[in-house]
Nanobody, 124 residues
């Protein structure tokens, strides 16, 4: 399974941006998908995750209330709607897909499939 992330760009503080992550094929079962980010000089951190059904969502405290994760299984695509962006949100954003159920979706090790990353830059 290959993941293609897109939608990054350069925006101003307070703007919105939507990231997309499309899987190249459907797995026999649908699993959770997540978004992580890595800022310059920092490690990769969890941003948000959505269950296979789309009904359960999880967010890092730093983005709660500003970011919304969703998915369209018919399109093999997950989305990250980002609003009220801040300069601290500047990072390379990676999407990922799990391969099992019942995992800690905040952990990178729960995701065997990763996209190539898309740059989000927020200017002040």
């Amino acid at each position: 399974v290959q993941l293609q992330a897109s939608g990054g760009g350069l925006v101003q503080a307070g703007d919105s941006l939507r990231l997309s992550c499309t899987a190249s094929e459907r797995t026999p079962s649908d699993y959770a998908m997540g978004w992580f980010r890595q800022a310059p000089g920092k490690g990769r951190e969890f941003v948000a995750a959505v269950s296979w059904s789309g009904y359960k969502t999880y967010y890092a405290d730093s983005v709660k209330g500003r970011f919304t994760i969703s998915r369209d299984n018919a399109q093999n695509t997950a989305y990250l709607q980002m609003s009220s962006l801040k300069p601290d949100d500047t990072a390379v954003y990676y999407c990922a897909k799990a391969k099992a159920y019942g995992l800690d979706l905040t952990q990178e090790t729960s995701y065997p499939y990763w996209g190539q990353g898309t740059q989000v830059t927020v200017s002040s």
